[in-house]
């Protein structure tokens, strides 16, 4: 009994610390649903009968008390922290996004699929950019972060284009759209 339940117990805890990157990474439209429910339900399944077990002392270590206890609250936390890895995303990959829109100018990528096996996603929902250049040379990269499934998204959007960058500012600075900010130079994150 005392093995089943460390190996819950670990299990428990790896699924509660994968959550939330899958989460962000992963459950974009009806693919995600099929996904991240099962997951869910899985995980509150082991904790469940892990939690009930807990009544059997004579079975139960440190590590299984603390350990059920601690997958419970990162499962849950996980479900609420989506801010926090869109923020470490953001952070962390900012080069690699630079280097792609330097690679968009300097022409030698366009729109669509990065076949370039970025893992985790470098544009959430199927590694997907959208790229716009003008005849002015102004160019604007779309990065996803949740594509939306009819006509919603947010994304990283990165652009040079005055009248896009008055769009968008002037939608953060009106404060009636939730989900615009500025980043950087260049540099947003939009919600349409």
């Known amino acids: ?17 994968l959550q939330g990157p899958l989460i962000y990474y992963y459950a974009n439209g009806f693919g995600g649903f099929l996904t991240l429910y099962p997951y869910m339900l ?11 077990k807990l009544n059997h002392k004579e079975s139960n270590t440190l ?6 206890i ?5 499962g849950i936390a996980t479900l609420l922290s989506e801010d926090v890895i869109e923020y470490l995303d953001w952070t962390l990959r900012r080069g690699t996004r630079d280097q792609i829109v330097k690679q968009v ?9 990065l ?16 790229v716009e250049k003008l005849i002015d040379k102004t160019v604007s990269v779309t990065f996803f ?9 947010s994304a990283f959007l990165y652009t040079n284009d005055p009248e896009k960058m008055k769009s968008v500012q002037e939608r953060i600075t009106s404060g009636k759209h939730k989900g615009f900010a500025k980043l950087d130079t260049n540099w947003y ?4």
């Open 1 to 17: 009994m005392r093995l089943t339940k460390t190996i819950i117990t670990s299990l428990i805890l790896v699924m509660a610390l």
């Open 42 to 52: 899985a995980g509150f399944l082991l904790s469940v009968y892990l939690f009930v």
């Open 63 to 68: 590590f299984i008390k603390i350990g059920c």
């Open 70 to 74: 601690t997958g419970i609250i990162l």
């Open 105 to 113: 100018k300097d022409e030698k990528r366009s729109g669509g699929h």
């Open 115 to 130: 076949n370039d096996g970025y893992f985790p996603p470098i544009s959430n929902g199927g590694n997907n950019i959208v």
């Open 145 to 153: 972060i949740n594509p939306g499934l009819l006509d919603h998204y």
């Open 189 to 192: 994150r939009v919600n349409y």
